[in-house]
Nanobody, 116 residues
Framework: QVQLVESGGGLVQAGGSLRLSCAASGSISRFDVMGWYRQATGKQRESVAT???????NYADSVKGRFTISRDNAKNTVYLLMNSLKAEDTAVYYC??????????WGQGTQVTVSS
């Protein structure tokens, strides 16, 4: 059983940057797709960015050009670099992994708060 643990969240002013990390307790090579989701208060969880094992990325329109997802298989870690943060980026951010053999793994979430 692989566990995903997020870190790097916090309070930042609008226009600032944060880098989230998602560290896996085991190898992330088992995950075909990994990604970051977020859930703001009173809203549904939404996909922010995903990355495949081949390095293909996909972003929500709202974060394109500002966020960058990457994965380091050697460190079993996925990152989300967030630049030019806006108040509407405030949410709990969750790491997600989908193994080749199916199923879903989620982290416990990390809070990102952007003050305007």
């Amino acid at each position: 059983q692989v566990q995903l643990v997020e870190s790097g969240g916090g309070l930042v002013q609008a226009g600032g940057s944060l880098r989230l990390s998602c560290a896996a307790s085991g190898s992330i090579s088992r995950f075909d797709v990994m990604g970051w989701y977020r859930q703001a208060t009173g809203k549904q969880r939404e996909s922010v960015a995903t990355i495949t094992s081949r390095g293909s990325t996909n972003y929500a329109d709202s974060v394109k050009g500002r966020f960058t997802i990457s994965r380091d298989n050697a460190k079993n870690t996925v990152y989300l670099l967030m630049n030019s943060l806006k108040a509407e980026d405030t949410a709990v951010y969750y790491c997600h992994g989908r193994p080749y053999y199916g199923g879903d793994y989620w982290g416990q979430g990390t809070q990102v708060t952007v003050s305007s």
